[in-house]
């Protein structure tokens, strides 16, 4: 693989369900971010990490949870999705966390919807 | 509060120029991202600003001034494939990226 994948591509889950969503960066980034975007919105940062073993909240957190077991993954978990979590799910890394370094790498996205 | 402003949408024919804006208002600032987001797709890198002035790369320019907290890119020689969304970020003071809704361009032939 090259650059970062995320899995599922899309999907449908009903209310009350719990989801992971994946992402997997193959760059050896140090830092991670989850963003949700939604129509007519800007893409809106849920969580975050910028080392392994790190993690932190970002502007939109709430229903959502993360993990950063190593560099490589990061993966995203709603426990009990609600309707208001359908949107269109990405997964971003970056080298560094400051200046030029956090340009980010985008993953092709997760469309979720929830019912 | 933090906040991006862009146009929500703008059209352009194509071999034309076309200069998308961007203002903000954020809590600190180090620097200033534009992205390329095509329907469907990932939002991918275009350029970055820190400095004041002018940042060419090829056929796309980005400008900033930090004490008016305005940018712009520049799209010279537009192409049907330049059709896309584009995304307006700054970097505020706690290093996190704050967007804006983006901007859609529409090219004409």
């Known amino acids: 693989i090259a650059g970062i994948t995320q899995a599922p591509t899309s999907q449908i889950l009903a209310a009350g369900r719990r989801m992971t969503l994946r992402c997997t960066q193959d760059m050896r980034h140090n830092a991670m971010y989850w963003y949700r975007q939604d129509l007519g919105l800007g893409l809106r940062l849920i969580h975050y990490s910028n080392t392994a073993g790190t993690t932190g909240k970002g502007e939109v957190p709430d229903g959502y949870s993360v993990s950063r077991a190593n560099t490589d993954d990061f993966p995203l978990t709603l426990a009990s999705a609600v309707p208001s979590q359908t949107s269109v799910y990405f997964c971003?890394?970056?080298?560094?966390?400051?200046?030029?370094?956090?340009?980010?790498?985008f993953g092709p996205g997760t469309r979720l919807t929830v019912l | 509060g933090q906040n991006i402003d862009q146009p929500t949408e703008m059209t352009a024919t194509e071999g034309a120029i076309v200069q998308i804006n961007c203002t903000y208002q954020?809590?600190?600032?180090?620097?200033l991202f534009w992205y390329q987001q095509h329907a469907g797709e990932a939002p991918t890198f275009l350029s970055y600003n820190v400095l004041d002035g002018l940042e060419e790369k090829g056929r796309f320019s980005s400008f900033l001034s930090r004490s008016k907290g305005y940018s712009y890119l520049l799209l010279k020689e537009l192409q049907m494939k330049d059709s896309a969304s584009y995304l307006c970020?700054?970097?505020?003071?706690?290093?996190?990226?704050?967007w804006g809704a983006g901007t859609k361009l529409i090219i004409k032939p």
């Open positions: 971003a890394s970056s080298d560094g966390t400051s200046g030029g370094d956090n340009e980010q790498f």
């Open positions: 954020t809590s600190g600032f180090n620097g």
């Open positions: 970020a700054v970097m505020d003071s706690n290093y996190q990226l704050i």
